[in-house]
Nanobody, 114 residues
Framework: QVQLVESGGGLVQAGGSLRLSCAASGFTFSTYPMRWYRQAPGKERELVAAISSGGTSTSYADSVKGRFTISRDNAKNMVYLEMNSLKPDDTAVYYC???????WGQGTQVTVSS
């Protein structure tokens, strides 16, 4: 059974930083790319960042490029999202997920105050 547990969200002032973590289990983590999505109130879920199974390739939405960094530790079945220079528009619930499995965690709330 696939399980994804996101953590690390919180309330931060604009310009601040947060580091999100995602603990994954129930699948062969090291063989799957991983993605971070976010969903703000009243908006569709948005792909924020992705990382290849080996961690050597990453991609980002234009809205976060240069501010967010995705990484992973395959020995620990963990994926991370380092978020810097946060803006109020980054306020959302953040989710991690592997593609194709259709599994989602509960997400972690990030709120950025102006």
């Amino acid at each position: 059974q696939v399980q994804l547990v996101e953590s690390g969200g919180g309330l931060v002032q604009a310009g601040g930083s947060l580091r999100l973590s995602c603990a994954a289990s129930g699948f062969t983590f090291s063989t799957y790319p991983m993605r971070w999505y976010r969903q703000a109130p009243g908006k569709e879920r948005e792909l924020v960042a992705a990382i290849s199974s080996g961690g050597t390739s990453t991609s980002y939405a234009d809205s976060v490029k240069g501010r967010f960094t995705i990484s992973r530790d395959n020995a620990k079945n963990m994926v991370y999202l380092e978020m810097n220079s946060l803006k109020p528009d980054d306020t959302a619930v953040y989710y991690c997920t592997p593609p194709r499995l259709g599994s989602w965690g509960q997400g972690t709330q990030v709120t950025v105050s102006s």
